[in-house]
């Protein structure tokens, strides 16, 4: 498998540079990028080595059966829900050409609890993101109701107990970035001196 040409980005300017797509477009990363990606997202902090991370590829066809068991999703949760509902529920998967479901496969009865499985799933999924972006491809990262039901974790082949941590959508960015300016880091640092 051949990874991309070397991307040249400098560590800092790939963390102050990326922000989250407003639209995306094909192409989506191809497979050789995909690899990189996904070797990058295995990087992760993970405590106990337990590798909890689970990511599920959609793509193409496969995006409009996954906006059918979206709908399919919002329907159970919402009997009223109108056909124009559905339809745009459908509809959110065609925003990318790509999306990648990022879950942790959760180990209960060990030492290492629940809320650090899933945490090492969302360093995996920001890994993505970060990967996504140092390869030039744009990515926005989605989550909402359908994360966290049971229905949607198994129609993806994941376990009813797995945490879905994200859906990350990438391709190729068309426009801008999404709105709004970056905190001030200072506003969110204390010191403890004790």
Do not use: C
């Amino acid at each position: 498998m051949n990874l991309p040409v070397k991307v040249s980005m400098d560590a800092l300017e790939l963390l102050h540079t990326r922000e989250s797509a407003v639209r995306l477009q094909e192409p989506a990363p191809d497979e050789s990028a995909l690899a990189a990606i996904f070797k990058s997202a295995t990087r992760a902090p993970d405590h106990g080595r337990l590798r909890p991370w689970r990511f599920v590829v959609i793509r193409g066809d496969a995006r409009g059966r996954f906006g059918d068991v979206m709908a399919e999703s919002l329907k159970s949760r919402l009997p009223d829900a109108t056909p124009e509902m559905l339809t745009r529920e459908r509809g959110k998967v065609l925003r990318a050409p790509l999306i990648v479901a990022v879950a942790a496969r959760i180990q209960t009865g060990g030492k290492i609890p629940e809320i650090e499985q899933i945490l090492s799933a969302g360093a995996a999924a920001q890994n993505i993101m970060l990967a996504a972006h140092a390869l030039g491809y744009g990515a926005m990262w989605k989550t909402g109701e359908p994360a966290y039901d049971v229905r949607v974790k198994e129609a993806l082949g994941l376990l009813a107990s797995d945490a879905i941590v994200g859906f990350l959508y990438l391709g190729t960015r068309s426009g801008g970035a999404a709105p709004g300016a970056r905190p001030a880091p200072e506003d969110f640092v204390t010191e403890w001196i004790g």
